[in-house]
């Protein structure tokens, strides 16, 4: 029996004792060999691999065929399925789905194996595809100067402001051709073109008052001034929407006082935030390399990977 790779002799083992309920215990472990035996030490099952140097391919030498041991009680989960074994299990539903769910993959496990394994375990497991199809986190920032390079030329009217900072060695020695990140902000001319068309929330205007100070102004009484758009409540020229003050004359003008709410309000003029067209977008083989420092991630800020890992 021969296989490729180390972790294919690891995988196969894994594999066979998961469907058996069988546990195994990694004895000697080196970059040439593998001896594994069993967990129960009155069991006479032992297994060793080595690696051909020839042929580069790994060749099991010994191998006592079955467990004289009864698989140990059913437990809920087996401690030789690890997240390697996992991750492989999982790569085309995590590449289907980047954000599927934690307890997706356990119950997915629980069909495929019959053990219910840890929150936690799911979890490191559904790093390695992720890491596989999406690059890890120093290269994503690695490949940020690039992308945004590359937004630059193509995109018209592409924004984009990026903050580094330098790099420092221990001995305080400033790195060259390194800096470190601190912060970005891009954003695209459609984005800024659709802009002052978004509802504004938040207007404030200069209101003069427009009282005849020899009147005396009780609360109960508001002026209201339809053609310039004003009320004693301030809310008509603050809002720049008919206040109840407005309403009650354009009733009694039979006036439609739809026709006093600002246009900014409209559906029609809100959907012109979505008016222009994005930028087509060439394929990556196609950017440019970029000459400009690499950057390296703040350490201070990366996910900590010791703990239990929060739901996703
Ligand atoms: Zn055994
Ligand atoms: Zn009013």
Not at 87 to 109: N, T
Not at 243 to 256: I, W
Request: charged fraction near 25%.
């Amino acid at each position: 029996m021969t296989f490729d790779s180390k972790e294919e002799v690891q995988y196969v083992l894994n594999m066979h004792h998961i469907k058996k309920g069988l546990y195994y215990r990694m004895g000697k472990l080196s970059p040439t060999l593998i001896v594994a035996r069993c967990v129960n030490d009155e069991c006479d099952w032992r297994y060793r691999a080595t690696i051909i140097i020839r042929s580069q391919k790994w060749e099991v030498r010994k191998l006592s065929d079955e467990h004289s041991c009864s698989s140990p009680v059913i437990s809920q989960d087996h401690v030789n399925l690890g997240s390697v074994y996992i991750s492989k299990s999982i790569l085309a539903l995590v590449e289907r789905d980047p954000s599927i769910s934690i307890p997706i993959i356990i119950a997915h496990i629980k069909s495929a194996e019959r053990y219910t394994i840890s929150y936690r375990k799911a979890w490191m497991a559904k790093q390695k595809p992720i890491e596989d199809l999406h690059g890890n986190w120093e290269q994503s920032y690695h490949d940020l100067p690039k992308l945004l390079n590359a937004m630059t030329i193509f995109l018209n009217g592409f924004f984009v402001e990026k903050q580094t900072r330098p790099l420092y060695n221990q001995q305080g020695e400033m790195v060259h051709d390194y800096v470190q990140f601190h912060r970005v902000f891009w954003t695209f001319k459609p984005c800024i073109d659709g802009f002052k068309y978004c509802k504004p929330i938040i207007q404030v205007f200069l209101v003069q008052e427009t009282i005849n100070p020899r009147e005396r102004r009780s609360t109960g009484n508001f002026t209201v001034r339809l053609y310039d758009k004003l009320c004693d409540c301030m809310k008509f020229q603050k809002l720049h929407m008919p206040c109840s003050h407005v309403v009650a004359p354009c009733k009694h003008l039979h006036h439609n006082y739809k026709s006093y709410i600002n246009q900014v309000y409209t559906l029609e003029y809100v959907s012109n935030v979505y008016n222009e067209l994005f930028g087509e977008w060439p394929n990556e083989s196609y950017w440019p390399d970029c000459e400009e420092p690499q950057i390296i991630p703040n350490s201070k800020y990366i996910r900590n990977k010791k703990g239990r890992p929060k739901s996703s």
